[in-house]
Nanobody
Framework: QAQLVESGGGLVQAGGSLRLSCAASGRTFTNAVMGWFRQAPGKEREFVARTSWSGALTDYTNSVKGRFTISRDNAKNMVYLQMNSLKPEDTAVYYC??????????????????WGQGTQVTVSS
């Protein structure tokens, strides 16, 4: 069974940076579209970023474009989310997700069937 484990969350001041990591195991993820989602208190889980199996294709929600970068290392079965210029509104639990199939418009929760447990990111003002 596929497993995803996130790490790297924490408390940071506005303007700071964090790097989230997602370790994948249990099956081969080299052909998976990998995504990051986040869920703030009282809000629905929302798409943040995704990357194709090769890492050549990436996609971001508008609010993080130019600040966040998604990347992957298939040799290590790792996916990363580099977050710079963090804002208080970025505060949320961040989830790593995977879906197996071709690159398509995978930007909703139901597009992904493998999820991590989440890591908390808190940005203070």
């Amino acid at each position: 069974q596929a497993q995803l484990v996130e790490s790297g969350g924490g408390l940071v001041q506005a303007g700071g940076s964090l790097r989230l990591s997602c370790a994948a195991s249990g099956r081969t993820f080299t052909n998976a579209v990998m995504g990051w989602f986040r869920q703030a208190p009282g809000k629905e889980r929302e798409f943040v970023a995704r990357t194709s199996w090769s890492g050549a294709l990436t996609d971001y929600t508008n609010s993080v474009k130019g600040r966040f970068t998604i990347s992957r290392d298939n040799a290590k079965n790792m996916v990363y989310l580099q977050m710079n210029s963090l804002k208080p509104e970025d505060t949320a639990v961040y989830y790593c997700a995977a879906t197996f199939g071709p690159w398509a418009n995978q930007k909703t929760v139901t597009d992904y069937n493998n999820w991590g447990q989440g890591t908390q990111v808190t940005v203070s003002s």
